[in-house]
């Protein structure tokens, strides 16, 4: 049985019903009857997927069919019933204060569950829906005369609006959840210099999006995730999280390894299968990677980086560490590994670089680091 929490926006949108007749995307506005009746044309993919989601939401229908991300082990297709999906939007709003009179910008793929739930929240809560094709930065394609109060990014638009000319745009926002891939400390710290209050989501198909939030700005900043209500964790023998939700049909195991620091909040610390154990000595990579963006920002150093691991005769496996781009700053690149030499041990120290022009990505824009690997280049080795 699913239980659903009492809205905490009065007038919650109730049998199928939408308050808007129309919805904005990518520079045109949209009839939701048009959407209906199949009478608008897609433009893109995904217009495509918005519009069949929204013409299935309104319909009425009741499961939906999503494809895993392979978060808790290999993709499969799996079924999510509407009531949960409502379950989740309400506790958002609930954790976050969202607001029936927000305008939501939907720029995140409607495929996969982070954009379905973006329609969700704003079709469940009554928020006006402006919609845009996902690109690096969504802000540059909202008119001046429009404006958005809410909206969810990967942390790669997040970096790209933050490195364009026009940052700024921000601060017209209120609320920005924040998902799909860690976000590097680095990039949270430049948050603070903005208004907007932006939370780093943890969550994945199974638990129907996101089952905790991190304040990552303002005053109010948190350094652990927060579940939302309804929500309980623990953790495995493995020291891996388990997510229980009232709303949920059952624990999802995951492979994330956290510190629960308090009941109902957690720390996550990587990912299980990808601690690498060498010479005997287990390397957690995200932790290692962690370190290794302070000494490339205090360098000055900007290409995009991860740790490997690759076969080797002694250790079983030797850390090395992935560049992306072709053109390298030898002497910066020399200068962050000198000062990395002295903040980690000899076995996490990376025995090699190697460089790609650019990384693989899957279609949700995480780094496939396995099809990544396939084409990487020896840069140099080290001692």
């Not at 379950?87 to 976050?96: G, H, P, Q």
């Not at 802000?139 to 026009?166: G, N, R």
């Not at 199974?206 to 579940?227: C, G, W």
């Not at 495995?236 to 997510?243: A, E, I, N, Y």
Request: with cysteine; charged share 20%; net charge neutral.
């Amino acid at each position: 049985m699913v239980q659903i929490l009492t809205s905490p926006i009065s007038g919650i949108v109730r049998d199928h019903q939408y308050p808007y007749a129309t919805l904005w995307i990518n520079g045109r506005t949209v009839t939701i009857e048009e959407i209906l009746h199949d009478r608008e044309a897609s433009l893109s993919p995904f217009e495509e997927s918005t519009f069949s989601f929204i013409k299935e939401w309104l319909s009425g229908q009741e499961n939906f069919q999503l494809t895993t991300s392979g978060s808790t082990g290999e993709p499969r297709s799996i079924s999510i019933q509407r009531a949960q999906m409502i379950a989740s939007a309400l506790r958002t709003s609930e954790k976050i204060n969202l607001q029936r009179d927000f305008t939501a910008l939907v720029c995140i793929d409607t495929k996969y569950i982070g954009g379905k739930m973006m329609l969700v929240r704003c079709l469940t809560l009554g928020m006006r829906i402006m919609a845009v094709d996902p690109v690096a930065n969504p802000l540059i394609k909202i008119p001046v005369d429009k404006c958005v109060q809410f909206t969810a990014f990967v942390p790669y638009q997040v970096s790209s609006v933050l490195e364009s000319k026009h940052p700024h745009l921000l601060n017209n926002l209120d609320k920005v959840l924040i998902g799909g891939a860690p976000l590097n400390e680095n990039t949270a710290a430049q948050l603070m210099r903005y208004q907007c209050e932006f939370y780093e989501t943890y969550g994945m198909t199974e638990t129907i999006s996101h089952i905790a939030l991190r304040l990552v700005n303002t005053k109010m900043k948190q350094p652990y995730f927060e579940v939302l209500p309804g929500v309980n964790v623990s953790r495995d023998d493995r020291g891996c999280l388990v997510v229980t939700a009232d709303y949920l049909t059952g624990p999802v195991t995951t492979n994330d390894i956290v510190d629960i620091v308090a009941p109902g909040k957690f720390v996550w610390l990587g990912r299980w299968d990808r601690v690498i154990n060498s010479g005997g000595v287990k390397v957690m990579a995200e932790k290692l990677e962690q370190v290794i963006e302070t000494a490339f920002h205090k360098h000055n150093l900007s290409n995009r980086f991860f740790i490997a691991a690759l076969p080797d005769e002694k250790l079983g496996n030797r850390i090395v560490l992935v560049l992306e781009g072709v053109q390298i700053s030898s002497e910066l690149l020399n200068a962050a590994l000198a000062s990395l030499k002295s903040a980690v041990s000899a076995y996490e120290f990376p025995k090699e670089v190697y460089s790609i022009p650019e990384f693989i990505q899957t279609e949700t824009q995480k780094v496939d680091r396995i099809k990544t690997l396939k084409g990487i280049t020896l840069h140099s080795s080290l001692k």
